[in-house]
Antibody
Framework: QVHLVESGGGVVQPGGPLRLSCAAS????????IHWVRQAPGKGLEWVAV????????VYAGSMKGRFTISRDNSKNTVYLQMNSLRAEDTAVYYC????????????WGLGSLVTVSS | QSVLTQPPSASGTPGQRVTISCSGS????????VNWYQQVPGTAPKLLIH???QRPSGVPDRFSGSKSGTSASLAISGLQSEDEADYSC???????????FGIGTRVTVL
């Protein structure tokens, strides 16, 4: 059974860092790209970043570039999202989700991890 | 402002057909497949339609998707109360080199 479990969310002060983790199980990790998608309170879904395996490639949404870093530890079936210089507008539920590499659709999602940026 | 344009709301009575539009451009819908996600408020999104018109296993056949040029649509036939949710379209954008979502359409069953 496919599982994606996010952790690491919480309250952080503006300008501070936070690292989210996404632990995957139940599928062949190397066959999938792992994406982060976020949703601010009362807003729509916003794509954040992706880490593909075979191409060892990472891609970021423009507004996240330079502040967020996605990485994957294939030995632990885990993907991380390091977020720096956090702003109030980064407050959101952060979901990790998987994509069969090259298909550009997300067939399983985690339950999400809430990040609140507030002083 | 989202790259993909959807109406904020749609509604219908049980049994009716509801259609949701999603308008994009040549760099996203015009050159890539469209996917649709269903999200009941407070829960994680669920894949509803992929590759513009393909239903994953377990998705009822009253849901259907189509694409023409730079626009796509999702149709719900025989609307049911459990279809009350937010529906978001999405696609890869070649110009932005990233994935883009619509703002989501809230479907209400009257």
């Amino acid at each position: 059974q496919v599982h994606l479990v996010e952790s690491g969310g919480g309250v952080v002060q503006p300008g501070g860092p936070l690292r989210l983790s996404c632990a995957a199980s139940g599928f062949t990790f190397s066959d999938y790209g792992i994406h982060w998608v976020r949703q601010a309170p009362g807003k729509g879904l916003e794509w954040v970043a992706v880490a593909w395996f075979h191409e060892r490639q990472t891609v970021y949404a423009g507004s996240m570039k330079g502040r967020f870093t996605i990485s994957r530890d294939n030995s632990k079936n885990t993907v991380y999202l390091q977020m720096n210089s956090l702003r109030a507008e980064d407050t959101a539920v952060y979901y990790c989700t998987r994509e069969i590499s090259g298909t550009y659709y997300f067939d399983y999602w985690g339950l999400g991890s809430l990040v609140t940026v507030s002083s | 402002q989202s790259v993909l344009t959807q109406p904020p709301s749609a509604s219908g009575t049980p049994g009716q057909r509801v259609t949701i539009s999603c308008s994009g451009s040549s760099s996203n819908i015009g050159s890539n497949k469209v996917n649709w996600y269903q999200q009941v408020p407070g829960t994680a999104p669920k894949l509803l339609i992929h590759s513009s018109n393909q239903r994953p296993s377990g998705v009822p056949d009253r849901f259907s998707g189509s694409k023409s040029g730079t626009s796509a649509s999702l149709a719900i036939s025989g609307l049911q109360s459990e279809d009350e949710a937010d529906y978001s379209c999405a696609a890869w954008d070649d110009s932005l080199h990233g994935y883009v979502f619509g703002i989501g359409t809230r479907v209400t069953v009257l």
